[in-house]
């Protein structure tokens, strides 16, 4: 190429250059209207077990609403990333918005002639739940169709931020809300939802490429099991997703355990709302710093490390004289949790092959946290026949031997090489030889 060449080039690329994300009018609606969604979510799930507590009801039966908000992630995950697969993500998320609105609303109208019915709360929260998890698995097949490759795992990292800051703000604002009127957050979330709705409906963008027409289609259950069959062929992969399904149930116990001390201590809804929601303080700060962090440290130390640290932060909780301390541990556990997010999600982004996002981001949620339930069953009964320090100090037991194994396993010793071997095999550009002046 001559000298020439490359000055008619320059133009063409700076042209064809692909907009920051501040300035992707798509991307800043679909993160907004999650944004909404998430929180609304977030007050939700959290207001459940807060009616149950503070309506008489038992330790048990909060673990039961907690239970009916995790089984989705578990019975669904794999048909939801089936149909995130195969239709329209867009309509298929305002589909979502619409059916939680619903079955909110149904809800509401009911606790407004003063009566908690468990089975519809229970079965509403299940309702809610099913399709926040489809609704996550679309946005999260989605958001490469509405960004520059090059600013994927930007997009990725602000994306966890709007997920701990939905964080930080719905627990306190749930316990807000409860405070004035029990049904109040549930109405919230409602709007929130229908807001998600609006913003959803402005993107111009599509949300997929092209898809095989239906008789060209594989069998859902084929589908299905070529993304377990992909996952577990992926060592790696597999073992960060055993790791992290492992420490989420026993924070879902740590949790559970913290919302039943508070309330035996006397705390009001809205001081146990503005104590848990320390956590998401925690989750924003490790999720704006992660990207520091990634350039620093090698995929193993975070995943890890991460462990490693949860260990000496999760029997600490048992020490603290006063509860209204326990944002002093689950905040720095919340930063520890963005940064493996960001961390593990971004390598599986890059070497999970296009066609397949739906299903692979489905089969690892559904062994990532397809654990809760168990977590929230079992810590439940636990916490009630054992208490509070018992249990705590098990749990942190448990969480040693996890951190220990983790430190064996060859697989996440060795986790994000095949994306540095890759990187390594990619020949340096050639120099270009020196221009022979004119008329030499």
């Given amino acids: 190429m001559s000298a020439t060449d490359n000055l008619t080039a320059a133009p063409t690329a700076a042209a064809t250059e692909p907009l920051p994300l501040r300035r992707n009018r798509d991307f800043r609606l679909l993160w907004t209207g999650t944004a909404f969604s998430s929180l609304g979510s977030q007050v939700s799930t959290f207001a459940y077990p807060l009616i149950v507590l503070w309506s008489g009801g038992s330790v048990s039966e909060a673990g039961l609403t907690g239970a009916a908000a995790s089984l989705p992630q578990l019975l669904l995950s794999l048909f939801a990333g089936v149909m995130v697969d195969r239709f329209d993500r867009r309509r298929l998320m305002i589909g979502c918005n619409l059916g939680r609105a619903a079955a909110l609303g149904v809800l509401v109208a009911t606790m407004l002639s003063g ?5 519809l709360l229970l079965a509403v929260a299940f309702v809610e739940a099913s399709l926040t998890v489809l609704y996550k698995l679309a946005e999260h097949s989605a958001v490469r169709n509405v960004v520059d490759p090059e600013h994927l795992s930007q997009a990725i990292s602000q994306n966890e931020a709007r997920v701990q800051g939905a964080g930080l703000l719905g627990q306190p604002l749930a316990g807000a809300l409860s405070s ?7 109405l919230f979330t409602v709007v929130s939802h229908l807001v998600s709705l609006v913003t959803l409906s402005g993107i ?25 069959k992909w996952l577990w062929n992926h060592r790696q992969l597999r073992a960060a997703a055993v790791l992290v399904a492992v420490s989420n149930m026993l924070f879902e116990v740590l949790v559970l355990g913290m919302l039943t001390t508070l309330r035996d201590d006397g705390a009001q809804q809205a001081v146990v709302g503005l104590v848990m929601g320390a956590a998401g303080i925690g989750g924003v700060a490790g999720a704006l710093s992660t ?5 620093r440290l090698r995929l193993p130390v975070i995943v890890i490390g991460a462990n490693a640290l949860w260990t000496v932060l999760f029997p600490l909780a048992v020490f603290l004289k006063n509860p209204l301390l326990f944002g002093l541990v689950i905040t720095p556990m919340s930063f520890i949790g963005a940064m493996w997010t960001i961390a593990v999600v971004s390598f599986q982004v890059e070497v999970t092959p296009d066609e397949m996002q739906g299903r692979i981001a ?7 946290f397809g654990t809760l339930p168990l977590g929230a069953l079992i810590g439940g009964y636990a916490l009630q026949a054992f208490g509070f320090r018992t249990c705590v100090l098990a749990c942190s037991a448990v969480m040693l ?11 996440l010793r060795r986790i994000g090489s095949e994306l540095r071997e890759r990187a390594a095999a990619v020949p340096a550009p050639a120099e270009s030889p020196t221009p022979t002046p004119a008329g030499k």
């Avoid at 009566?115 to 089975?119: K, M, S």
């Avoid at 004035?180 to 549930?186: D, H, K, T």
């Avoid at 031997?401 to 697989?411: D, E």
């Fill in 362 to 368: 489905s089969v690892i949620g559904i062994v990532a």
């Fill in 401 to 411: 031997l996890l951190t220990l194994a983790a430190v064996a396993s060859p697989s």
């Fill in 180 to 186: 004035l009127v029990a049904w109040l957050p549930l």
């Fill in 291 to 295: 990207n520091w962090w990634m350039e």
């Fill in 115 to 119: 009566r908690v019915i468990l089975p």
């Fill in 204 to 228: 111009k963008r599509k949300f997929q490429a092209e898809r095989k027409p239906a008789a060209e289609r594989p069998k859902v259950l084929a589908d299905i099991s070529a993304g377990v």
